[in-house]
């Protein structure tokens, strides 16, 4: 069983005393490796135990209204085991993890405070605050030194009006004059986005693209750039006449589609592989049986956060 030290605080004052005892095998011993502080816990247990390999590892268990912080990012959960000579910190319920305006929740995980990585399982969703960008998934990877988070199983993102979901979706931001803003966002498996269409009040109108992967990028105001399609892709979108009045419905389709935006409104389409399509007269506008086949808002599904 190897040698174990208990430690169990009931109040904050004799858990200030603690902390420190522990800290002793945290890993924060090197200069060059970013601390990782244990803020506050109910309860705390630690010493040594079997690690996978059989051999007695120093552990450090803490339990309710836990609070970790790594740099600039900052862990809150029900229950933690950190392991500070194996890089990992488990984490169960509640789980919110916040770097700056990045936020991202889930009911189980790992983080790895040498790398900066972390994996999130159970009912996930985030957040991008500055940028007004949601996600859903089943399970989610983030890199906080990359700014990158995968998602998977069900991912959806809701980013301006526009819904993405896929097998795996991949969201990429960057710093914007001290705010994060997301400028690549790309979709893997089933990949396929909605844009209401800003010139449509009601009852809103949705462009629509499909394809086996996507790949969307945005600039630093949060307009799309551009978006490629690969993989049996096919798009519909709606067409304005001069006046800005309702004129037409388009549908293509082809291998590859790469629509092209200038400040944030369709330009440029390409199509390449096979590529057909056809012209809806204005009289089926708002008829739903155009949609293409994979035509589905989940704003049910969409999470809602406490300001």
């Not at 705390?44 to 552990?59: D, T």
């Not at 551009?226 to 549908?251: C, M, R, W």
């Not at 708002?286 to 704003?299: A, C, Q, S, V, Y």
Request: aromatic fraction near 6%; proline fraction near 4%; include cysteine.
């Amino acid at each position: 069983m190897g040698t174990r030290r208990l430690i169990t605080t009931a109040a904050s004052g004799l858990l200030l005393m603690v902390v420190p005892i522990l800290c002793l095998t945290d890993n924060t011993a090197s200069a060059d490796k970013k601390k990782t502080i244990l803020e506050h816990a109910d309860s705390i247990e630690g010493g040594e135990k079997p690690g996978p390999s059989g051999k007695s590892v120093p552990y450090r268990s803490v339990t309710g209204n836990v609070l970790f912080t790594h740099d600039r990012t900052m862990l809150k959960c029900d229950r933690a085991t950190d392991y500070p000579e194996g890089n990992r910190i488990d984490l169960e319920g509640n789980i919110f993890v916040k770097d700056n305006t990045v936020e991202t929740y889930g009911d189980s995980g790992v983080y790895h405070p040498d790398d900066e990585t972390g994996e999130l399982k159970g009912n996930v969703r985030g957040r991008v605050i500055d940028d007004s960008l949601v996600t859903r998934a089943k399970r989610a990877v983030f890199n906080q030194k990359t700014n990158e988070v995968w998602l998977y199983d069900e991912a959806v993102v809701w980013h301006r009006g526009r819904q993405l979901s896929g097998d795996v979706i991949r969201v990429h931001v960057h710093e914007v004059a001290g705010k994060k803003k997301v400028d690549e966002i790309h979709v893997q498996g089933h990949a396929f986005l909605a844009a209401r269409d800003t010139l449509s009040s009601t009852p809103a109108i949705y462009d629509q693209l499909s394809a086996q992967k996507m790949e969307a990028t945005l600039n630093d105001q949060s307009r799309l750039t551009g978006v490629t399609a690969t993989g049996k892709a096919k798009s519909l979108y709606h067409i304005f006449d001069e006046h800005n009045q309702p004129s037409s419905v388009n549908f293509t389709a082809g291998e590859r589609i790469r629509i092209h935006f200038n400040d944030g409104k369709l330009s440029r389409i390409f199509v390449t592989g096979n590529s057909n399509g056809k012209e809806y007269p204005k009289r089926l506008w708002n008829d739903k049986g155009i949609n293409l086949p994979e035509f589905r808002l989940r704003d049910n599904e969409k999470p809602v956060f406490r300001q």
